[in-house]
């Protein structure tokens, strides 16, 4: 059964504090009206699809919903046009929130079951660090992108495509070896530029 609720103010005290006092007071008496419905939201879904849980997931999601919803009004700058019933709006988003963080919840549990010893349990480790390092390769290489200058990234774009040195500076109208030599002395610069800046 989920635990009381975290209280709107306390929450909301959390973001950036809004120059409109009357929306946040709007958000304020929406999210104590709304709450009630969500918990009502809460019990017939775990009457359903029964999910362990002390409170916590349902008072994070409620939380993140009403953080959510802040930032967007801040965004809007008062203007609440789209947004034309807040309480009807903080449900849904509650509604929605709650579904996908069960379904994660889910997911995780059936992952546990699924690893039944040791062994696999390291080789699932072992594949979770492989793709981390991916990513980290991937972001490390989209960073080293960004911050090439036009004519590197246009030399590198040609390699990744399968073009040769020689191929690039007759396009270039220089020699192979010297956008191949150009090349590497400007991504030693960018290397040494973002090994400094960690």
């Known amino acids: 059964m989920p635990a009381p609720e975290p209280g709107p103010e306390w929450v909301l005290s959390g973001v950036n504090p809004r120059p409109d006092s009357a929306t946040e007071s709007e958000l304020l008496k929406a999210a104590r009206s709304a709450w009630p419905k969500a918990l009502a939201h809460v019990r017939q879904v775990q009457s359903q699809n029964p999910f362990n849980d002390d409170g916590l997931l349902v008072a994070e999601v409620w939380e993140s919903v009403l953080q959510s919803v802040s930032m967007t009004l801040d965004r809007m700058n008062g203007r609440r046009g789209e947004i034309g019933d807040l309480e009807a709006y903080l449900l849904g988003s509650f509604y929605h929130r709650l579904k996908r963080a069960l379904k994660k919840e889910q997911r995780r549990e059936e992952t ?87």
């Open 112 to 198: 546990i079951r699924l690893v039944s010893s040791i062994e696999e349990l390291e080789v699932l480790g072992a594949a979770n660090r492989a793709e981390q390092q991916d990513i980290e390769g991937t972001l490390h290489a989209q960073e080293i992108l960004d911050r090439m200058d036009a004519w590197s990234r246009k030399v590198w774009v040609a390699r990744e495509y399968g073009y040769t040195w020689k191929h690039i500076g007759r396009v270039l109208g220089i020699p192979g070896d010297s956008v191949m030599l150009r090349f590497r002395r400007r991504m030693k610069i960018l290397r040494t530029r973002l090994s400094g800046s960690r």
